[in-house]
């Protein structure tokens, strides 16, 4: 068959293999480390925090033991150690994100650009980046670690096709290594196993002259590292059976359309146009000259993790959000990168490239006005609480997502007053989900430093309160039924909208409330 390539020449002034990656290294750089700054930290990502403040391996075991938080411990220690290092603004917090989203940008790189021009596989990364997925490169959770890891197993799978002797052994080591710790970032890393799985098989059925076929090493790496599964064996009943019954994210089919409309967001459609495209066109045999089928077919399961994390969810029992399928945007960007390179000449792919450029920096430049917004209305709000606050009474918070961010920010006074009710009973009678209540109730004996008690320790005294909460919700609820009228303050503070990108503050039936005893 013959080759298509359209890679140029080195005197080509489209040999981009220096500048392209250079250039998105810079832009990835900018815009990560200025939104990260910028970012108020969320009630998750207090939770990774305060995890990793343990600072010990058997700490953070023993605070995942105790349920404070439904995931694997990799994320938690790679964060103990980056601000044991670099100290605890959000920066540091953050950095392991950042440099998880870092490695699966390099490595999604070096991935299309052994098949492609260096404008094509510009395309692929800056198309990850007008992803929304790619806002989890600064938000300290486990998810931009699941894409890194990802990538990196497909990458290191790909390149051990190829290779022999000891660059295979090496290869595969590192396969093994990339997709363990991928599973113990988030347990929904095991969807990194498919890809791989499915590309083997397809290689064993392949008739490509000199490929090896059935290659023995590529499972056992496999094997070997779904080893770890069997330590979080106990986690993961632990955390089905608190969490599940009560938790919002539980599997349903809205989750796959939410990974293609909402985490690949508004890249799908252009790439859709492509295909559409091609497919009209059917230049069938271009495509082929340049991915093997056994790449083409674990790309294909890439596109196919949100079908395939809503099986896995439904059959384990488990919980799942649109989030745990976030890798689906390295398949729509390959593919987007590889549609392409059938359809445009370098020149016109240069126009993309810039068009992408743009979009990118367009769109995080709404992201970060959106997040400065974020951050002075709630600093607005912060002052209003302690305002209303008298000193040393009491400030009633139920909200799990805002308990956190109002306990980093308040003054060392407001900390003192904090306090945090749970009542299991009554959450689960008034609400649908008390995820949140768990992470808190769990990590009350010293891993989270907020005062967590049940309400009849909390609210014993009768007392006018502070609280910040729905006035619908549980504790509202409970407050009335003990015996307290519950109002807005006389000068009426507003709650404002404090919706951003992936900061779910954004509650708008939270209010600044005063109980007063009836």
């Known amino acids: 068959m013959a080759s298509t390539d359209r890679t140029p020449k080195p005197s080509s002034p489209f040999d981009g293999s220096i500048f392209f990656p250079t250039a998105i290294a810079v832009l990835f750089c900018c815009v990560t480390l200025l939104q990260a700054h910028v970012k108020l930290l969320w009630g998750d990502e207090f939770v990774t925090f305060w995890i990793g403040r343990q600072r ?10 105790a349920g404070t938080d439904p995931n694997p411990p990799l994320m938690h220690v790679l964060n103990w150690w980056s601000t044991s290092l670099l100290g605890t603004g959000p920066i540091a917090i953050r950095l392991p994100s950042i440099l998880g989203m870092g490695l699966g940008l390099v490595c999604l790189w070096v991935f299309l650009r052994r098949r492609f021009a260096p404008v094509y596989a510009a395309a692929g990364c800056l198309a990850l980046m007008a992803t929304r997925g790619f806002d989890y490169a600064y938000d300290a959770r486990s998810y931009s670690l699941l894409m890194g890891f990802a990538m990196a197993a497909v990458l290191l799978w790909s390149l051990s096709v190829e290779a022999q002797g000891a660059r295979r052994v090496g290869l595969l080591v590192g396969l093994a290594v990339a997709l363990a710790a991928g599973l113990s970032s988030n347990y929904y890393g095991a969807l990194a196993f498919f890809p791989i799985a499915v590309g ?5 059925f392949a008739t490509s002259p000199g490929t090896e076929k059935w290659r023995v090493g590529a499972w056992v790496a496999m094997v070997v590292a779904s080893l770890p599964l069997l330590a979080y064996l106990p986690l993961i009943r632990l955390d089905v059976a608190e969490y599940g019954p009560h938790a919002w994210d539980k599997p349903r089919i809205s989750m796959v359309s939410d990974s293609y409309l909402v985490i690949v967001e508004g890249i ?3 790439v859709l146009g492509l295909l559409a495209y091609t497919l009209w066109r059917g230049r069938r045999r271009e495509v082929e000259s340049r991915f093997p089928v056994w790449e083409r077919a674990a790309v294909g399961v890439l596109i196919a993790y949100p079908v395939l994390g809503f099986l896995v969810g439904l059959c384990g029992r488990g919980m799942l959000s649109a989030r745990c399928a976030v890798a689906v945007c390295l398949g729509v960007a390959i593919l ?7 359809c445009a000449k370098p020149r016109t792919a240069l126009l993309v490239v810039g068009v992408l450029c743009v979009w990118v920096v367009a769109r995080e430049a709404v992201c970060g006005i959106v997040l400065v917004h974020q951050r002075h209305a709630f600093f607005r709000l912060l002052d209003a609480v302690e305002q209303t606050a008298a000193p040393g009474e009491p400030v009633v918070v139920g909200d ?27 959450i689960d009678r008034i609400e649908r989900d008390d995820s949140g209540e768990r992470d808190m109730w769990s990590g009350r004996n010293g891993v989270f430093p907020v005062t967590i008690a049940a309400p009849a320790e909390l609210l014993g005294a009768r007392e006018e309160r ?7 919700g549980w504790v509202a609820r409970d407050l009335e039924a003990r015996g307290y009228a519950l109002t807005e303050p006389a000068n009426g503070v507003p709650w404002e909208w404090l919706g951003g990108v992936f900061t779910p503050l954004e509650h708008e039936e939270t209010r600044i409330l005063l109980a007063a005893p009836m």
């Open 466 to 472: 502070v609280v910040v909460a729905s006035p619908k």
């Open 200 to 204: 083997e098989l397809r290689l064993g």
């Open 268 to 270: 799908l459609w252009p």
């Open 56 to 65: 010990s391996f058997a700490g953070i075991w023993g605070a995942l033991e």
């Open 336 to 342: 987007g990168a590889g549609l392409l390179a059938r």
């Open 400 to 426: 799990s997502l805002v308990v956190f961010p109002l306990y980093r920010y308040g003054s060392a006074a407001l900390r003192q007053q904090i306090v945090f009710p749970v009542d299991f009973e009554a």
